[in-house]
């Protein structure tokens, strides 16, 4: 893998994960008059950014376990809104493109949107009156599909097989 990918798959995942924690939890500690539902959904998102931080602390301690961070950029790429749930999250830096139904009452068709942002950012609704849209976030899209072709695979392989394990395993004489 790159340095300058490797370096960004880190600060993305580290530092927008970090200040993704540390902002969702201070708003957890200062809003005492929220309901039961908002502050467990505080936690839960606190948590997710926490999650999206270890992540990018393992692969920084170890650059072949990167299931950790399939997960954590997997759950940055959809962006869904609709009456019944809104699921919106990103860690470091996004850049969205999305379709949907035009706002307002009696109105039909098809509305294109974008929406770039640095930093970290999460939405989650349940049944209000949202518009229907889905949309993709394309950075950790793209992160992903560099890293795995920069590096073949992004999925956590085997260690490469030494001469000293080779000669361990192999059968008498074939060496």
Known sequence: ???????????????????????????LLNSPKQSSFNLLLLAVFTAVYAYVTVAGLIFVHNPQRTRPLITALAIQIPWISSPMI??????????????????????????????????????????????????INFVPLAIFVLSSRS?????????????????????????
């Open 86 to 135: 809104v699921y919106k999250f990103a860690a470091g830096l996004l850049a969205v493109l999305s379709v949907g139904c035009p706002d307002g009452a009696g109105t039909f068709g098809f509305e294109f949107g974008w929406k770039i942002l640095m930093g970290s950012s999460f939405q989650f609704a349940l049944a209000q009156k949202n518009p229907w849209s889905i949309g």
């Open 1 to 27: 893998m790159k340095t300058w990918l490797r370096l960004t798959l880190i600060t993305m995942t580290v530092g927008g994960g970090f200040t993704g924690a540390v902002l969702t939890f201070q708003s």
């Open 151 to 175: 590096s073949g695979t992004l999925v956590a392989i085997a260690p490469p097989i030494t001469t000293s394990s080779a000669k361990a395993t192999a059968p008498a004489g074939s060496l």
